[in-house]
C-alpha cells in the first residue's frame, strides 16, 4: 500500500477520459411500448384491457386541453 502512495505522488492518477453520450439505436426495448402491446392487438386479454383503460385516459375531459 506504501508503494502505491509513493507512485501516487510522484506520477500522479490519470483519469479516463469520459465515454460520451449513449448511442441511441431506436429499438423499442420495453414490451409495454410497443405499439401492438398497447393497442391490445397481440391478442392478450391483459393487454386488451390495458389498453381499454389507456383509451379512456386518454378521452378524459382532464387530458384534452
Do not use: C, W
Not at 14 to 20: C, E, P, Q, R, V
Not at 51 to 65: E, L, T
Amino acid at each position: 500500500m506504501a508503494d502505491d502512495f509513493q507512485d501516487i505522488l510522484e506520477n500522479g492518477i490519470s483519469f479516463k477520459k469520459a465515454s460520451g453520450p449513449k448511442k441511441d439505436d431506436g429499438k423499442v426495448k420495453t414490451k409495454a411500448k410497443k405499439k401492438k402491446y398497447i393497442t391490445g392487438a397481440h391478442g392478450s386479454g391483459s393487454a386488451k384491457q390495458k389498453a381499454k383503460y389507456r383509451q379512456q385516459r386518454a378521452n378524459r375531459k382532464s387530458q384534452k386541453h
